[in-house]
């Protein structure tokens, strides 16, 4: 018998191991599957090389747990160990036999999976001891037993061993003891190595008998050694890859389509990519990219060797040229990462401009589930936006479609206002919206659809991407306004008769939590609406990005801010200033007069204290002036009084308010009730 230290530089390897090397302990299993697979494909490379010359026989790897005596075996028939091999790839850590195998057999040794060395040592996360019983392939090579209680002593003895090949054998941790439930066993080889390209066995197969599970004389196997993206796109149909995705994600809906990654030069990449039905949730559609090493599964975080916004693509990749660290758990950035993230992304971008290209009408009616990832990628990935611009689409209020080039040729004869800007409207809700999407679509204009999660960001983005032109929503303001040509209507009131009413009006609108509103007459047409409630563009874009984005968070505290246009044509409008004039003006002409007044006495003194230094400011000075603000503020007060008491009265100037207020979603509570008593009233 041989004993010794293991070759490390610290004692303290071990707990190192144990508690960062790998994030999650379960990992183990795959590691030691993992190095299983190794030793069988180097046989099997032997054996196609001619260096190995007896039978292969049952290559299967067995993974058995036996509870009474706390144990867990993998066991391989692979290529086995000696004595020295032991002493050169576990005795010395980080020293990989994969590595030294595959320069070796570098042309014949594609799917050796193991880099690192020390995925071996992953065992002692839940084992106390680790036995490894192994014998060569070689006919001239004893079978050897090593142990090791996870401290840097080991020993090692030559045993009797039949067969050649590996036997782990891990007697498990007290706290570690759920990897000996066979059900545990096979949800981890369910999750890691559900793909491996050698049978993996675990138990024996379950059939229902006497009603209830029995164990039949079959073994189980875990894996499907010959996945779908293994094999030659022009050997599979539609149905084969919609159940793979099935397989893949059973509880989701059928993918819109799919797109079969196979290159092999700059670098080696297999997968089956799908697009899902993503509508409206970007964050529950991601992570559902499962990466692959040789078919070894490593994560489905796959932020980094895939653009974010690909995320939200399913399936799997597999590449053994994407750098791991040793729990292969994370992605490290590199040349190969981005030169795959760059392939990845031309790649789907040619497989929607093919889609659009073949067969437009399939794409027009998938739009609405594919635009969230289509304007995802546009808004994160330059690249992506300069070959998604010819097959991204526009969709009006009316169902219609269009390429942003065919759109902007629709629009640019009617939709271009007196300074040459290009105005494309749109509606955020159709039916919220309806009325003013009747009246810009009655003056000749087409109105877009943009209800996406993203398209507050997106028309950000398209109008620094087109040129001279700018989004407006269609509610945002009058069109005349959005869309101001030189033949604009000016408002035939006076000063005096248009602060009027928009003073009584004004006076009228209910309180309304985090809502400002303002009340302005502008000459709209005589068949427009007497009254028409906008929002303010700018103040809305900023609370939808606050939304998207944390940092611009007190944007979303702002109140809502709302223009009510009185439209000076209509005659009710009109009824109502003459109503005005003869109720209400009389009233205002003394206070008018005394307004008059008193800014002539506020300019004098404004500009006699301008004259004067503030330590010269005597006051008396500052008496006279704030005299003068009070009563300048007790006139105004006077004049908002004789509005709010004229609005009171004024039945229909209310009902003109509130119905503007019902159709845009803004009358509740005591306001809705007065409203529904006040129409009763008037019938």
Same mark, same amino acid.
């Given at each position: 018998?041989?004993?010794?230290?293991?070759?490390?530089?610290?004692?303290?390897?071990?707990?190192?191991?144990?508690?960062?090397?790998?994030?999650?302990?379960?990992?183990?299993?795959?590691?030691?599957? %993992?190095? /299983?697979? +190794?030793?069988?494909? =180097?046989? !099997?490379?032997? #054996?196609?090389?001619?260096?190995?010359?007896?039978? @292969? $026989?049952?290559?299967?790897?067995?993974?058995?747990?036996?509870?009474?005596?706390?144990?867990?075996?993998?066991?391989?028939?692979?290529?086995?160990?000696?004595?020295?091999?032991?002493?050169?790839?576990?005795?010395?850590?980080?020293? %990989?036999? /994969?590595? +030294?195998?595959?320069? =070796?057999? !570098?042309?014949? #040794?594609?799917?050796?999976?193991?880099?690192?060395? @020390? $995925?071996?040592?992953?065992?002692?996360?839940?084992?106390?001891?680790?036995?490894?019983?192994?014998?060569?392939?070689?006919?001239?090579?004893?079978?050897?037993?090593?142990?090791?209680?996870?401290?840097?002593?080991?020993?090692?003895?030559?045993?009797?061993?039949?067969?050649?090949?590996?036997?782990?054998?891990?007697?498990?941790?007290?706290?570690?003891?759920?990897? @000996?439930?066979?059900?545990?066993?096979?949800?981890?080889?369910?999750?890691?190595?559900?793909?491996?390209?050698?049978?993996?066995?675990?138990?024996?197969?379950?059939?229902?008998?006497?009603?209830?599970?029995?164990?039949?004389?079959?073994?189980?196997?875990?894996?499907?050694?010959?996945?779908?993206?293994?094999?030659?796109?022009?050997?599979?149909?539609?149905?084969?890859?919609?159940?793979?995705?099935?397989?893949?994600?059973?509880?989701?809906?059928?993918?819109?389509?799919?797109?079969?990654?196979?290159?092999?030069?700059?670098?080696?990449?297999?997968?089956?990519?799908?697009?899902?039905?993503?509508?409206?949730?970007?964050?529950?559609?991601?992570?559902?990219?499962?990466?692959?090493?040789?078919?070894?599964?490593?994560?489905?975080?796959?932020?980094?060797?895939?653009?974010?916004?690909?995320?939200?693509?399913?399936?799997?990749?597999?590449?053994?040229?994407?750098?791991?660290?040793?729990?292969?758990?994370?992605?490290?950035?590199?040349?190969?990462?981005?030169?795959?993230?760059?392939?990845?992304?031309?790649?789907?971008?040619?497989?929607?401009?093919?889609?659009?290209?073949?067969?437009?009408?399939?794409?027009?009616?998938?739009?609405?589930?594919?635009?969230?990832?289509?304007?995802?990628?546009?808004?994160?990935?330059?690249?992506?936006?300069?070959?998604?611009?010819?097959?991204?689409?526009?969709?009006?209020?009316?169902?219609?479609?269009?390429?942003?080039?065919?759109?902007?040729?629709?629009?640019?004869?009617?939709?271009?206002?007196?300074?040459?800007?290009?105005?494309?409207?749109?509606?955020?809700?159709?039916?919220?919206?309806?009325?003013?999407?009747?009246?810009?679509?009655?003056?000749?204009?087409?109105?877009?659809?943009?209800?996406?999660?993203?398209?507050?960001?997106?028309?950000?983005?398209?109008?620094?991407?087109?040129?001279?032109?700018?989004?407006?929503?269609?509610?945002?303001?009058?069109?005349?306004?959005?869309?101001?040509?030189?033949?604009?209507?000016?408002?035939?009131?006076?000063?005096?008769?248009?602060?009027?009413?928009?003073?009584?009006?004004?006076?009228?609108?209910?309180?309304?939590?985090?809502?400002?509103?303002?009340?302005?007459?502008?000459?709209?047409?005589?068949?427009?609406?007497?009254?028409?409630?906008?929002?303010?563009?700018?103040?809305?874009?900023?609370?939808?990005?606050?939304?998207?984005?944390?940092?611009?968070?007190?944007?979303?505290?702002?109140?809502?801010?709302?223009?009510?246009?009185?439209?000076?044509?209509?005659?009710?409008?009109?009824?109502?200033?003459?109503?005005?004039?003869?109720?209400?003006?009389?009233?205002?002409?003394?206070?008018?007069?005394?307004?008059?007044?008193?800014?002539?006495?506020?300019?004098?003194?404004?500009?006699?204290?301008?004259?004067?230094?503030?330590?010269?400011?005597?006051?008396?000075?500052?008496?006279?002036?704030?005299?003068?603000?009070?009563?300048?503020?007790?006139?105004?007060?006077?004049?908002?009084?004789?509005?709010?008491?004229?609005?009171?009265?004024?039945?229909?100037?209310?009902?003109?308010?509130?119905?503007?207020?019902?159709?845009?979603?803004?009358?509740?509570?005591?306001?809705?009730?007065?409203?529904?008593?006040?129409?009763?009233?008037?019938?």
């Amino acid at each position: 018998m041989k004993k010794g230290q293991i070759g490390i530089t610290t004692e303290n390897i071990f707990p190192v191991i144990k508690q960062f090397l790998y994030s999650d302990h379960e990992i183990f299993l795959r590691e030691l599957v %993992s190095n /299983a697979v +190794d030793a069988t494909q =180097k046989l !099997k490379t032997l #054996a196609t090389r001619g260096d190995f010359k007896g039978e @292969l $026989g049952d290559l299967r790897i067995r993974v058995k747990a036996d509870k009474e005596a706390g144990t867990l075996t993998v066991s391989d028939r692979g290529i086995g160990m000696s004595a020295d091999e032991i002493e050169k790839y576990i005795n010395q850590i980080a020293f %990989s036999g /994969a590595t +030294d195998f595959l320069e =070796k057999y !570098k042309d014949d #040794a594609s799917a050796i999976i193991g880099h690192f060395g @020390l $995925g071996f040592y992953s065992a002692f996360m839940v084992a106390d001891r680790v036995d490894i019983l192994s014998k060569s392939y070689r006919d001239d090579e004893k079978a050897v037993k090593w142990t090791c209680d996870g401290s840097p002593a080991f020993e090692m003895e030559e045993i009797e061993k039949a067969d050649r090949g590996t036997d782990i054998v891990l007697h498990v941790s007290d706290d570690c003891k759920e990897y @000996l439930e066979e059900s545990r066993l096979l949800q981890l080889l369910g999750k890691y190595c559900r793909f491996l390209p050698v049978e993996v066995v675990c138990g024996k197969e379950k059939e229902w008998k006497d009603g209830k599970q029995v164990e039949t004389d079959k073994d189980h196997v875990v894996n499907d050694t010959e996945p779908l993206w293994t094999k030659a796109p022009a050997s599979l149909k539609d149905e084969d890859y919609r159940k793979f995705y099935r397989d893949l994600f059973p509880m989701s809906d059928e993918p819109l389509f799919w797109i079969h990654l196979n290159v092999d030069f700059p670098f080696h990449l297999t997968g089956i990519l799908y697009f899902p039905r993503i509508k409206q949730n970007i964050d529950i559609h991601r992570n559902r990219i499962q990466l692959y090493c040789n078919q070894v599964f490593v994560t489905d975080q796959v932020e980094n060797i895939v653009p974010d916004f690909l995320t939200l693509l399913h399936g799997v990749i597999d590449s053994p040229d994407i750098p791991l660290n040793v729990s292969r758990s994370f992605l490290q950035s590199d040349a190969n990462v981005k030169k795959i993230s760059g392939y990845i992304t031309k790649k789907v971008a040619d497989r929607l401009n093919q889609i659009f290209k073949t067969d437009r009408k399939a794409f027009e009616e998938k739009w609405d589930d594919l635009k969230l990832f289509i304007h995802y990628g546009m808004l994160s990935e330059p690249d992506f936006y300069d070959r998604a611009k010819d097959f991204a689409l526009f969709k009006d209020v009316d169902g219609k479609f269009y390429t942003y080039e065919e759109y902007r040729k629709l629009i640019e004869s009617s939709q271009t206002d007196k300074n040459g800007t290009l105005v494309y409207l749109y509606a955020t809700q159709k039916e919220a919206q309806y009325a003013y999407i009747e009246t810009a679509k009655s003056k000749g204009y087409n109105v877009l659809l943009m209800d996406g999660q993203l398209d507050s960001a997106l028309v950000q983005m398209l109008e620094q991407k087109f040129e001279k032109s700018r989004f407006a929503r269609v509610d945002s303001d009058t069109l005349s306004s959005l869309i101001p040509k030189d033949d604009a209507r000016k408002v035939e009131f006076s000063d005096t008769e248009r602060e009027a009413v928009e003073g009584v009006f004004q006076a009228g609108l209910p309180k309304i939590d985090k809502c400002e509103m303002r009340v302005v007459a502008e000459a709209l047409g005589e068949d427009e609406a007497p009254i028409v409630i906008t929002q303010s563009e700018y103040m809305r874009r900023m609370k939808d990005v606050a939304n998207l984005q944390q940092g611009m968070a007190f944007y979303g505290e702002m109140p809502d801010m709302y223009n009510v246009v009185l439209n000076a044509d209509h005659r009710l409008i009109k009824q109502t200033v003459n109503n005005l004039k003869r109720d209400v003006l009389p009233s205002l002409e003394p206070i008018e007069a005394e307004l008059k007044g008193l800014n002539a006495r506020h300019a004098a003194i404004e500009q006699k204290l301008r004259d004067k230094k503030p330590d010269e400011i005597t006051d008396d000075d500052k008496k006279e002036q704030s005299d003068c603000h009070a009563a300048m503020d007790a006139e105004r007060e006077k004049k908002q009084k004789i509005f709010a008491d004229y609005a009171a009265d004024d039945k229909v100037a209310a009902q003109l308010i509130d119905l503007a207020l019902l159709q845009n979603g803004l009358l509740k509570g005591a306001a809705l009730n007065a409203f529904l008593k006040r129409s009763v009233d008037l019938m």
